[in-house]
């Protein structure tokens, strides 16, 4: 499932694309995603300019002229692919998008899963879309701050791990670096998130922010070769401290593995947890 950093890298690969430049034709291969697709997608964003890509959360904004926006949210399994102008391209399985741009590149949307989303709204919706309303601060962003971060753990009887995925706690962290920075911060995943104070929690903003600022670096430095890779964004090779490590030794500890276990893997909320019990208390 593409995390953040993935959405991200997804986000800057568009961008040299699509800024500036305009749609001239829309061919939708199925009705739907997750949700209907935008009805008269070609219509509504013809002959409007691409101002810029942001992200809020794991959705990608394209704003157009007019404070339209076109969402795209890659879901479990989505993939874009970016095809240029005259280059030569053969409609995949999965393919359910084509926009073509006025340049004569191609944005192409795969998603074998399908539970991904394309649609539209206004800028003025942003916070209001049913979409977005839930939505916390970005981690990246300044909102997320400690004395943020102490407010919204204060009540929570949930475990730290737990409410670092609840969205409107703070969007966008996912399973993966929720383990990563929980690693990375000594704090163990299962504890009550109101025990969470003063110092820890401002080390946690400190490395959430780390985990995921390094994971969209390396995604960055993927993308300078994704045209080789034909023109498919958005998935790269992560090198991880915990997650996905049960039972290896963790980078700061010396132990015996043989008789520590190493890395343990525990479920919590139907999700798996990776941690250091030696490191993590
Ligand atoms: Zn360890």
């Known amino acids: 499932m593409p995390e953040l950093p993935e959405v991200e890298t997804v986000m ?4 040299p694309v699509m800024l500036n430049n305009k749609v001239s034709k829309v061919k939708l291969y199925r009705k739907d ?12 964003l013809a002959k409007r300019s691409i101002l810029s890509l942001t992200r809020r959360a794991k959705y990608i904004l394209v704003n157009f002229e007019g404070g339209v926006v076109l969402a795209i949210h890659l879901g479990m399994s989505g993939k874009v692919t970016i095809i240029s102008s005259g280059e030569r391209y053969d409609i995949q399985k999965h393919d359910h998008l084509v926009m073509t741009l006025e340049d004569g590149s ?28 839930h939505l916390g601060p970005e981690p990246l962003g300044n909102k ?13 009887k949930t475990s730290i791990k737990q409410a670092l995925l609840d969205q409107r706690v703070v969007v966008g962290v996912g399973n993966i670096y929720a383990c990563e920075a929980l690693y990375q911060a000594k704090i163990n995943p299962e504890k009550q998130a109101s025990t969470i104070k ?9 490395v959430i922010r780390d985990v995921l600022a390094r994971a969209i670096k390396a995604g960055g ?6 045209r080789h890779a034909d023109g498919e964004l958005g998935y790269f090779q992560h090198n991880f401290t915990v997650y996905d490590r ?3 030794a963790c980078k700061d500890c010396n132990c015996n593995i043989e008789k520590t276990g190493g890395i343990q893997r525990i479920v919590q909320g139907g999700r798996s947890t990776f941690y250091c019990p030696r490191q993590q208390k």
Do not use: C, Q, W
């Open 144 to 156: 997320f701050s400690a004395p943020y971060l102490m407010r919204a753990l204060k009540n929570k």
């Open 33 to 44: 995603l997750r949700v209907p697709f935008p009805k008269n997608m070609e219509g509504r």
């Open 246 to 248: 049960k039972g290896l």
């Open 198 to 206: 003063g110092g820890k929690v401002e080390e946690l903003v400190s």
């Open 106 to 133: 191609r944005i192409i949307y795969n998603d074998p899963r399908r539970f991904g989303m394309i649609f539209m709204f206004d800028e003025s919706e942003l916070e209001t879309h049913a979409a977005f309303k």
């Open 12 to 15: 800057r690969g568009l961008t």
């Open 221 to 226: 430095s993927t993308l300078k070769d994704y």
